[in-house]
């Protein structure tokens, strides 16, 4: 089991940049696929961005590509969110999500293949 805690979020303008960071505990990290997730009120969750156990493959939603990158650092059991050129329609709850997978390019990016979510992070984007 794998329990985590997002942090990062916060009050930024239009253009302005922001990390999202997603500690997760135990000593089996790097067996893990990680997802980012997020919901803006009253909309469903929808996808952001995924990455495979290794960091080499990642994916993206549509909306965001070329502006948020997603990265991990195994070694401090941690996978990031890098949000540039924010605009006001990013604004929403971020969720990290992660599932264990015995496959090394496994890298899901439907919300009910993840099976442990943190508590999320407020992002709010002004115009």
């Known amino acids: 089991q794998v329990q985590l805690v997002e942090s990062g979020g916060g009050l930024v303008q239009a253009g302005g940049s922001l990390r999202l960071s997603c500690a997760a505990s135990?000593?089996?990290?790097?067996?893990?696929?990680m997802g980012w997730f997020r919901q803006a009120p009253g909309k469903e969750r929808e996808f952001v961005a995924a990455?495979?156990?290794?960091?080499?493959?990642?994916y993206s939603a549509d909306s965001v590509k070329d502006r948020f990158t997603i990265s991990r650092d195994n070694a401090k059991n941690t996978v990031y969110l890098q949000m540039n050129s924010l605009k006001p329609e990013d604004t929403a709850v971020y969720y990290c999500?992660?599932?264990?997978?015995?496959?090394?390019?496994?890298?899901?990016?439907?919300?009910?293949?993840?099976?442990?979510w943190g508590q999320g992070t407020q992002v709010t984007v002004s115009s």
């Open positions: 990455i495979n156990r290794s960091g080499v493959t990642t």
């Open positions: 135990g000593r089996t990290f790097s067996s893990y696929a």
């Open positions: 999500a992660a599932v264990s997978s015995y496959s090394y390019t496994y890298t899901p990016i439907r919300r009910d293949d993840y099976n442990y």
